[in-house]
């Protein structure tokens, strides 16, 4: 079973992957780190709601409103 299979099974709602390595699928010219925001849909099935890369700030509204740049999640 899968780590999203798992969290599906549990109810959770929303999570949210940080790419901090290159990654296949990486966009050309795609600086990182990289915000993926997924969430639970009807389906039962996870679905991506946001892709965040640095350099200019998102407003996430799900799980909860926040303002960011993913340039200042880390060092």
Request: charged share 25%; no cysteine; glycine share 6%.
């Amino acid at each position: 079973m899968s780590a999203s299979d798992r969290w599906t099974a549990a109810g959770i709602p929303n999570y949210w992957r940080l790419e901090t390595a290159r990654f296949k699928g990486q966009l050309p010219g795609e600086e990182l780190p990289i915000l993926f925001a997924y969430a639970l849909a009807d389906t039962g099935e996870y679905e991506l709601v946001r892709r965040a890369a640095p350099g200019s700030e998102v407003v996430m509204q799900r799980p909860f409103e926040i303002a960011l740049d993913t340039a200042r999640l880390l060092p």
